[in-house]
């Protein structure tokens, strides 16, 4: 099988995908990896995808984190909360 980006799976797959915003928005990219990273796992266990799936998961979890942060710090989460979601997003990405 041949080499298979997540984009080029998105569109193999033909799920709505618009590559610009892939591109280009970080909160788009990050809601549609969690929504198929299963998927794309099963169906590319091997070889380069493993690093792909490495890399957008360290990228959303940057993101996530930075989210978090955020609302720690503008007093929408407590510590306890902030402790809370953190784990839960271990739990989601449990390789990073």
């Known amino acids: 099988m041949a080499y298979l980006s997540f984009p080029d799976f998105m569109e193999k797959k ?3 995908f618009q590559s610009r915003l ?3 928005d970080s909160m788009y990219r990050s809601k549609i990896w ?3 990273r299963q998927e794309y796992a099963r169906v590319c266990r ?3 995808y493993a690093n792909d799936q490495k890399l957008l998961d360290e990228e959303v979890m940057q993101y996530e984190r930075r989210i978090l ?3 720690k710090n503008s007093g929408m989460l407590t510590e306890k909360e902030f402790r809370q979601l ?5 739990m989601q990405f449990p390789l990073w």
């Open 69 to 71: 942060e955020a609302r």
């Open 14 to 16: 033909r799920y709505r």
């Open 86 to 90: 953190q784990d839960e997003l271990l």
């Open 34 to 36: 969690k929504a198929h």
């Open 46 to 48: 091997f070889g380069k």
């Open 22 to 24: 892939w591109e280009g």
